[in-house]
T-cell receptor, first 116, second 116 residues
């Protein structure tokens, strides 16, 4: 069965610290997509990244980086030199190619608080 | 480009009242869905659609109806509101990958619904 686990419910860091948000997924499909979304205090859900199962290359976008490891079924998200504006709830999600009908399965989210 | 337009942003209902949450997208996405977000529960799928005339139930469909008469619109109807339906509701739309699976949701801005 498909499942996404974000074991960290809440994380609190001080500005400029690096922080890694963990995401572990379960799927029987060989083709799937992984996502990260950000939900700032204003409430909207913002797409950050998509990774497909055939592309394990890590990605960096500014202070954000993502580490995808199929061997451990993990898709972790690191924020380098965190800022107060990074404070948000972050969701990891999975979409399988077969059987999902396009639905995303979301983790419960990790609330990140960055203090000045 | 409007993306996904969701209305209203806020609504207060009395128990037993009915109402419709509107969702429209202008990206010609095949897939649309409704989620509810409750504290500690993450995002839970209510109903979804993979094309005009096709709808299906998600994880928590009871008390809600949907229809998809056009590609653009996917309204969510609350038949007889109950306090348990107090929540934040998000509409989402997506392209579907040729091999199946979602290429990532675009979310509406959300509707905060309170049932008293």
């Amino acid at each position: 069965a498909q499942k996404v686990t974000q074991a960290q419910t809440e994380i609190s860091v001080v500005e400029k610290e690096d922080v890694t948000l963990d995401c572990v997924y379960e799927t029987r499909d060989t083709t799937y997509y992984l996502f990260w979304y950000k939900q700032p205090p204003s409430g909207e859900l913002v797409f950050l990244i998509r990774r497909n199962s055939f592309d394990e290359q890590n990605e960096i976008s500014g202070r954000y980086s993502w580490n995808f490891q199929k061997s451990t079924s993990s898709f972790n998200f690191t924020i380098t030199a965190s800022q107060v504006v990074d404070s948000a709830v972050y969701f990891c999600a999975l979409s399988e190619a077969r059987g999902s009908q396009g639905n995303l399965i979301f983790g419960k989210g990790t609330k990140l608080s960055v203090k000045p | 480009n409007a993306g996904v337009t969701q209305t209203p942003k806020f609504q207060v209902l009395k128990t037993g009242q009915s109402m419709t949450l509107q969702c429209a997208q202008d990206m010609n996405h095949e897939y649309m869905s409704w989620y509810r977000q409750d504290p500690g529960m993450g995002l839970r799928l209510i109903h979804y659609s993979v094309g005009a005339g096709i709808t299906d139930q998600g994880e928590v469909p009871n008390g809600y109806n949907v229809s998809r008469s056009t590609t653009e619109d996917f309204p969510l109807r609350l038949l007889s509101a109950a306090p348990s339906q107090t929540s934040v509701y998000f509409c989402a739309s997506s392209y579907l990958a040729g091999t199946g699976g979602s290429l990532g949701y675009t979310f509406g801005s959300g509707t905060r619904l309170t049932v008293v």
